[in-house]
Structures are given as structure tokens and as C-alpha cells.
């Protein structure tokens, strides 16, 4: 089912305004910077104006007001071309995206002070990523139903489309003008610097001495013993927690902090500091990250091992960019990143401690093969990384699995975790079933949900690809993966040009079209024309088989196992496949339920993969890998790695 549209209004105030009458909730003004929201903005109010509608503006976008003073949200009146600000509330950051929480709890106070007059909300510009999805989540729960103006070039490229489908009020769709654009970072640094040093004169801002211990510090001071890490800092005195002025600091002495103050308010008890710094060029920007220097006593070291891990391999199949993260030595874990979807999948979950917790949270599904502990033990920092406010993580894998994610869960005390636990969704292949549970820390056992069929070992599907599962054998029941993208779409640039049109958004519009089986959607060209989108993808885009991936380890060398792999990975474009040991050590693989060099290769000849890339190999040939490609290459030389 396709997406109902957003609907468009014109980028003219004056028809906007008669298409939303007198506001009965807050009007958010959503869009990258240099779409043109702050000059929409100032223009809608005197639209207003003019129909007697009496209205305000709240600029939300710290880092590059409109009005006010950067390091703050501002609430502010149309004056003539220009803005009477009323209140503002310090932040003492320009980075909305980081201080997310202290924005939303400022906007509150900002709203309480607006009352109930038409407000216009100038939103800001962090609009990608997840900071981009969880700052304007949260902006729509904080306003309710607000009306809502995204602005765009087109329908096809609005950000956060789908956050704003989960909003349930009015959404309009408003074209970014052809001569908005975004200041380059110099500029902007160079405007709001201005700002601030105009600020700085006009309130008789002089140097003023404040003792540190007869005020409270909020926000992220450095510490009182790094006197460097003060000068040029942002500061705000606060009481009650409502701002009263700023100011720049000068010095501090770890008890005495001398900063740039208009005349002091002496009922003023907590100071503010955060990360909005002056920079040795003189221009306010953002502080670099403080790291603290302390004298310690050097410890002797235990020498290196003889060879470190070996490094990650990285490579691009379809639509994914992929990373054996721990390397062809390392813990089993393979990172999926779909490009432009700003998400990620883990195939297996060995020790992973050293990726990024950022990277957990783009994780929505985890595909395990078994259980052994170098294929799970980094579920500890999957599971460490997500307390929060995210949605469900699922994880796929064969029997069993519900049972010993459960226990990781409840080795740990939950008790001041409330209901912000690391929540998943847990789905077990069993044979043509999917049985499935919902796991969250801090609550008491599994919930068990319904279970679904399932066909040809299909564990998730969605628009653009499916995971598929098969069962083998490593004396245990292991299941090995494929990636099976959607059809690929490439445009025929010599057809764009033959019929002389320019690549654009357009173009995405045309391809999600065609990857939904919609051929009848209509198409607006960029010289005025609309087409459907199956004419026109029949003269513009060449369309072919999507790239598949497969991912096999921690199998024996059966006949069973490979009559049901070779082909599950018949013309995979990549081909995982675990390679231990060298056939010289045979006796192991067989022992433990593995392949060796030759049967490896031997199973990616038969199922003619494009490349293979070996990967889980033993330990004790780190000192000489290369004689593990020797043998992998006299069977199969197309190797990722080597």
C-alpha cells in the first residue's frame, strides 16, 4: 500500500494564511537549514498582522537564530523587518541536535509564556539522522497537534516523512524557493558572532567577578582545575530556572570566575555553562570536547601479543555498505549499512565492545546463527546501549534463542531502569513456523505473541529486501542467511540527456514508484511536464535482479549441509563463508563441526558466487594468513581480503 501524499500549499503567506485561518494550535515550521523557514516565518507573521491575527514567532534553532541571541530560544513579536524579542531562554549551546532534552524543556517555558496567541514555531534545522528523528518526535509530542509546514524542493526529498505521518494532524507540504539558500559555515559564524558582540556593547556588558561557590553550576562546565578550558565560554545566570542575562567568561581561577556581564542581578543563584565557546579566530562556535589532563604514575605495561586482530573488511553489495567488523580472525559480526535509509542490521553478534553506541541504536534487526558465545557475546553492549526511549531491536535466530537472550536480560538488577529498558522483539525459526516473544529489561519475564508460517525460510520482508534463513548442521541446528534485495534501478544517463533533462529528486520519485509496482503514479518532469512513471521508466531506467548476500558459518563439511547451502548461495554477488581451518588440520574441522580451506572454496565454485570472502579463521595461522588464501585461492580466486 503507497503512502497518501502529503498535500502542497505555495511557498506565498498570504495563501497561507487564508488556507489556515486563525491557528488553533501551534504552526511548526520543519526544514534543513537554508530552506527558507526563518524568512517564511517572519513573513506568515505580518500576514497575520495585516488580517488582525495578532502573532508570535519561537525561534528554536539555537545555533543560527533568527532573532535573539545564539545559545538561546527566543519568543519574539514581528516589529517592521525585524523582531521584538520578549523572553529568551538560555541554552549556552548552538548544537540542537546534542542538547536535545534542555532545548524541549526550554520550549516549554517559551510556550507557557506564549499563552494561548497564535504562535509560529521557527523549528531547528537538525532534520537528518537520528538526532534529526528524535528532536522533532519530540517537538510534536511537546506541542500536541501542532500544524505543521515542511518545507522541501519536493514531496520524494522531506525529511522526516515519516515522523510526520505519526502525527496525526495537519501536515503541508511547502516547495523550498529556488533562491533559498544556506549561508556556508563561515558566514554563519561570522553572523551570529556579530550578534553577540552587538548584544555584548549594547547591554554595558563589562568584566565582573562571580564566586563560584555562592552559585549552583548546570549544564557541562569544565572542571575548576583546567583554568584553559573556561576563557570564551557562554554563560547564563539563571533563578528559579529563568534566564536573566548572559554573558562571555574572561578567566577562572577554580574559585573566582571573571566573565563579560551586563549589571548583575544579585538574586541570580545558578550559573549556566555549556559548550558555546569563542574560538582562537574570535568567532563564537562550538567547544572542542574536553579532555582533562592528569598526572599519573606510568604503570609498566604487559607487551603486545605477537599480531593484532586482524583489521575490519569493508565492501559494498547492492544496496548495503558491509564491515566483518572483528576482521577474518576476530568474534563472528557482520554490519549491514543500508545506504540513505539511516539504519543498520547484524548479521551474528560476537564481541563488539569497541563499536559506537550511536551504531546500536541504528540497529533494528540482529540475525543469529547460534548461540556459542563468540557468535552472542556482544549482545551485552547491544543490550547496555539502548536504555532509552527506542524501539524495539528485533533478533532473528534458530531455537533456543528467546531462552538465552532472556537469561543475558536477567543476570542484570533492573530496578531503576522503570520502563526505559532495552526492548526486543525475539523470533525463532522452527521449521514452517515463526514462534515469537517481546523481551524488555526491567520486566519480568518473556511475553510470548502470536506465532506466523512462514515459506522458504523467510524470517522479515519489507519494501526493498527479505532476509531468508536456512538450517545446517555444526552438531547443533546453525542458520545461515541471505540478503535478498529488490529489483535494482540504474538510470541511463544517455537517455536523461538525449531527451534533454536534468537528474533531480524527480528521479527518486520515479524509482520508489517502480520498486512499489505503482507504474501509473504521475511524474512531474523538471521542464513542467508530468508523465507516468511506468512511460518513463521503460525509456529511462534499466532495471535488473537485485544483489544478493549470503552469510554461512559454523557448519560442518557434510553432504547434507552442503546439498541444502550450494543452493541457498547460488549466484550470490557475495558470498560469507567461515574458513577455521587448513585441510592439513582436517581432524579439527571435522571434530568441531567446521569446513576447511578446501571445502570452503569447493562450496562457492559449485554455487558460482560472484566473490567470496573467508572469514572465522583459527588463531593459529594469524602469524602467516596468507597461507589460508594459498589454499582458499587454488579452489576459488575470487577472494575479498587477501
Request: hydrophobic share 40%.
Amino acid at each position: 500500500m503507497s503512502k497518501k501524499p502529503f498535500p502542497s500549499l505555495p511557498y506565498a503567506p498570504d495563501a497561507i494564511v487564508d488556507t489556515l485561518g486563525v491557528p488553533t494550535a501551534p504552526v511548526l515550521l520543519v526544514g534543513a537549514p537554508g530552506s527558507g523557514k526563518s524568512t517564511l516565518a517572519h513573513r506568515l507573521a505580518l500576514a497575520f498582522a495585516r488580517e488582525g491575527i495578532p502573532c508570535l514567532c519561537l525561534g528554536a534553532d539555537p545555533g543560527n537564530p533568527a532573532f535573539g541571541l545564539p545559545g538561546t530560544l527566543s519568543l519574539a513579536a514581528p516589529k517592521g523587518e525585524g523582531w521584538d524579542v520578549l523572553r529568551q531562554e538560555a541554552l549556552c549551546t548552538l548544537d540542537a541536535g546534542r542538547f536535545r532534552l534542555p532545548l524541549l524543556l526550554a520550549l516549554r517555558r517559551l510556550l507557557e509564556e506564549a499563552g494561548n496567541r497564535p504562535l509560529l514555531i521557527d523549528g531547528p534545522g537538525v532534520v537528518r539522522g537520528v538526532a534529526g528523528r528524535e528532536t522533532t518526535t519530540a517537538l510534536l509530542e511537546t506541542l500536541g497537534r501542532p500544524i505543521v509546514l515542511a518545507l522541501a524542493a519536493d514531496v520524494p526529498s522531506l525529511p522526516l516523512a515519516d515522523e510526520l505521518r505519526t502525527l496525526g494532524g495537519e501536515v503541508w507540504h511547502l516547495a523550498t524557493p529556488a533562491e533559498a539558500r544556506r549561508p556556508g559555515k563561515g558566514a554563519r559564524a561570522h553572523r551570529r558572532t556579530a550578534v553577540w558582540d552587538g548584544w555584548l556593547e549594547r547591554s554595558h556588558a563589562e568584566p565582573r567577578l562571580l564566586e563560584l561557590d555562592a552559585f549552583s553550576l548546570l549544564g557541562t562546565p569544565p572542571p575548576r582545575d583546567e583554568p584553559s578550558a573556561w576563557p570564551g565560554r557562554q554563560v547564563a545566570l539563571l533563578r528559579g530556572g529563568r534566564t536573566l542575562t548572559l554573558g562571555e567568561i574572561e578567566a577562572c581561577d577554580g574559585s573566582v570566575l571573571r566573565a563579560r556581564l551586563p549589571p548583575l542581578d544579585t538574586s541570580a543563584g545558578t550559573l549556566l555553562i555549556r559548550d558555546a565557546q569563542r574560538r582562537a579566530d574570535g568567532l563564537l562556535g562550538t567547544a572542542e570536547p574536553f579532555v582533562g589532563r592528569r598526572s599519573v604514575t606510568p604503570v609498566p605495561l604487559p607487551p603486545p601479543p605477537p599480531l593484532a586482530e586482524s583489521p575490519p573488511l569493508i565492501g559494498r553489495c547492492g544496496p548495503l555498505d558491509y564491515s566483518l567488523v572483528n576482521g577474518v580472525f576476530g568474534d563472528p559480526a557482520l554490519h549491514l549499512r543500508l545506504r540513505h535509509a539511516g539504519r543498520s542490521l547484524l548479521f551474528d553478534l560476537g564481541e563488539v565492545g569497541h563499536l559506537s553506541a550511536r551504531l546500536a541504536h541504528q540497529v533494528s534487526d540482529v540475525f543469529i546463527s547460534h548461540a556459542h558465545m563468540d557468535h552472542l557475546a556482544g549482545f551485552q553492549w547491544l543490550l547496555r546501549s539502548r536504555l532509552g526511549e527506542f524501539p524495539p531491536c528485533r533478533i532473528y535466530g534458530p531455537p533456543g534463542l528467546a531462552r538465552h537472550l532472556a537469561a543475558f536480560v536477567e543476570s542484570f538488577l533492573w530496578d531503576r531502569i522503570g520502563g526505559r529498558g532495552p526492548l526486543f522483539e525475539i523470533t525463532e525459526l522452527h521449521g514452517q513456523t515463526l514462534r515469537r516473544w517481546r523481551l524488555q529489561a526491567g520486566i519480568t519475564g518473556m511475553q510470548e505473541l502470536s506465532a506466523c508460517p512462514t515459506a522458504d525460510g523467510v524470517l522479515h520482508e519489507e519494501s526493498g529486501f527479505r532476509i531468508r534463513a536456512l538450517e545446517l548442521d555444526h552438531h547443533t541446528t546453525v542458520l545461515a542467511f541471505a540478503f535478498e534485495p529488490a529489483r535494482e534501478i540504474r538510470v541511463r544517463r544517455d537517455r536523461l540527456q538525449a531527451l534533454d533533462l536534468e537528474p533531480g529528486p524527480w528521479l527518486r520519485r520515479l524509482k520508489e514508484a517502480i520498486l512499489g509496482r505503482e507504474p501509473e503514479i504521475p511524474v512531474p518532469l523538471p521542464d513542467g511536464r508530468v508523465r507516468p512513471a511506468g512511460e518513463l521508466a521503460e525509456e529511462l531506467l534499466l532495471i535488473r535482479p537485485g544483489k544478493r548476500l549470503v552469510y554461512a558459518t559454523d557448519l560442518a563439511d557434510t553432504p547434507h549441509n552442503r546439498s541444502r547451502l550450494i543452493p541457498f548461495a547460488r549466484h550470490a554477488h557475495t558470498f560469507f563463508c567461515e574458513s577455521p581451518f587448513l585441510q592439513r588440520d582436517a581432524e579439527n574441522a571435522i571434530r568441531n563441526g567446521h569446513l576447511t580451506t578446501r571445502a570452503c572454496a569447493g562450496i562457492a565454485a559449485e554455487a558460482e558466487v560472484g566473490v567470496l570472502v573467508p572469514f572465522h579463521f583459527s588463531r593459529r595461522y594469524q602469524a602467516n594468513p596468507e597461507a589460508v588464501y594459498d589454499e582458499l585461492g587454488t579452489g576459488f580466486p575470487r577472494l575479498l581480503g587477501r
